[in-house]
């Protein structure tokens, strides 16, 4: 009979049954249950007997659950005792339990309990979502549980900690308490057991051994295992474990976490540098300039001027990592008379000179800037233009930076050529112009110049183009890079300061 039927404990009356669902269904998931039943009971297009009770105890079900306010009172009557509490281990005739989410029987339960946090003003409230999961339920149930929780429970004083703490609960997949897990694989062992599936009533009793703790819980797990007899069937065929410590929901839930934790040291790591960098220029700003002290410059460009005051005439330019000699420090620190690398004496303002010879940290700020590596043909500086183009040919044996310099020295273009790669340079000026070269290793874009091991030369002809040739076109001109030497036809050493003239 219809009224003899017995329900779970958590659905007293069996309305989420009549659904199709368990008792942690959300309103979306009641709507679209109740309509794709409706479809299928209506008397119109059910023959049953029953169609019109069936369809009765559908809406009725669905009149209580779609309201928040009838439906809590509905769950109130629910004991909230964990399976424990709940399930009888001699029962005669076990039913098998449903996943309290989709209301589906599964093979393998988990009675499982999830945290969430929320933030009200000040306070946190921190509450749990529990009940009997499929493994699908599961995963979607814990990422609900966190993501409720990323959102709303920052904001209290206890929030984060609390926060924290819940988010790693559900991100090892919950807390399941050992003795109701137990009792539910006991009981859906038996289920199954009752039903003729002895493999996986063997294979559920099986799962119970980590949950079990003394004899007699033994005991009872090895009473189904006798009760289901051997299988002529591996278990691993028949009942995969489906919960595996980590999942595609542990990953999403680790993705937010992960990302706070870079977040958090990249903001550490840019407040040390921060302390660092301002520590360095206060140390340098307190300090005054000593008489005696070797110092470099800290600016791209720094104006010497005759006298301790930025109106006084610029007396000389300095660039970056210049080394200086301090001669006196004047103006309550603010300025130090120095003696530059050309004997030129003047004042400059003492905060951007930086402590010691400037090589050191010349080479540190080229290595950090070395950009992109080099390729045959890539412009690396160009000062002017023209409509000339020029075929290059690299016999040297080296990977090179070529500079075309004009009769007084003054570099027009740079470009970088591997050893024994042909190379066409447009936008070449008229008028009689030089090629010298470096070779090396680690070449730094930023300071133009071989890290290591750099030697410069030039090529001993020299090449002229016209403004305009015979035809009135653009002139195209041709040069070897020829190997290194002192025979005429070959590449001299060159100084280097000749070389790196700017």
Request: glycine letters at 8%; proline letters at 6%; charged letters at 25%.
């Amino acid at each position: 009979m219809r009224d003899e039927a017995t329900h779970s404990p958590s659905d007293p009356l069996g309305y989420y049954t009549t659904l199709g669902l368990g008792p942690l269904a959300d309103g979306a998931e009641i709507k679209a249950a109740y309509r794709l039943k409706a479809k299928r009971l209506h008397p119109d297009h059910n023959p049953s007997d029953e169609a019109e009770q069936d369809f009765i105890d559908l809406t009725t079900a669905y009149q209580v659950l779609k309201d928040p306010k009838s439906r809590a009172r509905y769950n109130a009557t629910v004991r909230s005792l964990g399976p424990a509490n709940l399930i009888d281990p001699r029962d005669p005739r076990p039913e098998p339990l449903r996943c309290s989410r989709c209301g589906k029987i599964t093979a393998q339960p988990r009675y499982i309990v999830f945290h969430r946090v929320k933030t009200f003003l000040l306070s946190s409230r921190r509450s749990t979502i529990r009940g009997i999961f499929c493994r699908d339920c599961a995963d979607r149930t814990a990422i609900r549980a966190s993501t409720l929780s990323w959102l709303l429970g920052w904001w209290g004083l206890t929030g984060p900690l609390q926060t924290v703490k819940a988010l790693l609960k559900n991100l090892q997949g919950g807390d399941m308490p050992r003795a109701d897990n137990l009792w539910v694989l006991l009981h859906q062992a038996r289920a199954f057991l009752a039903d003729g599936d002895k493999d996986i009533a063997r294979a559920l009793a099986e799962q119970a051994q980590a949950f079990a703790k003394n004899g007699e819980e033994r005991a009872r797990i090895a009473e189904i295992v006798r009760a289901a007899g051997k299988t002529a069937v591996p278990v691993t065929r028949r009942l995969k474990n489906r919960w595996r410590p980590w999942s595609y929901a542990a990953i999403i839930q680790a993705l937010p976490l992960a990302g706070l934790s870079v977040a958090i040291l990249v903001a550490g790591a840019a407040l040390l540098f921060h302390s660092q960098t301002e520590s360095v220029t206060a140390m340098i700003t307190i300090h005054p300039a000593q008489a005696g002290e070797v110092r470099h410059v800290a600016v791209d460009v720094l104006k010497v001027r005759q006298g301790p005051m930025s109106a006084q005439p610029v007396v000389a330019l300095l660039d970056r990592f210049s080394t200086v000699q301090v001669m006196d420090s004047v103006a309550n620190g603010e300025w130090a008379r120095i003696l530059t690398p050309n004997g030129v004496t003047g004042y400059v303002p003492a905060r951007y000179l930086f402590g010691g010879p400037g090589e050191e940290s010349k080479n540190r700020w080229c290595n950090d800037q070395k950009g992109e590596p080099l390729h045959t043909g890539d412009i690396l500086l160009r000062r002017s233009g023209g409509e000339h183009r020029l075929s290059v040919k690299n016999a040297t044996g080296h990977d090179v930076v070529v500079r075309l310099k004009t009769q007084n020295g003054r570099t027009l273009l740079a470009f970088f050529m591997a050893s024994g790669t042909d190379a066409t340079v447009d936008g070449i000026p008229a008028g009689t112009f030089r090629a010298a070269f470096a070779i090396g290793r680690d070449y730094s874009r930023a300071c133009a110049v071989f890290m290591e091991d750099m030697q410069t030369f030039i090529v001993p002809t020299a090449q002229v183009l016209q403004s305009k040739s015979l035809n009135g076109r653009r002139q195209d001109a041709e040069m070897t890079l020829p190997p290194l030497g002192d025979d005429p036809g070959q590449s001299h050493a060159l100084p280097m300061e000749s070389f790196l003239d700017n």
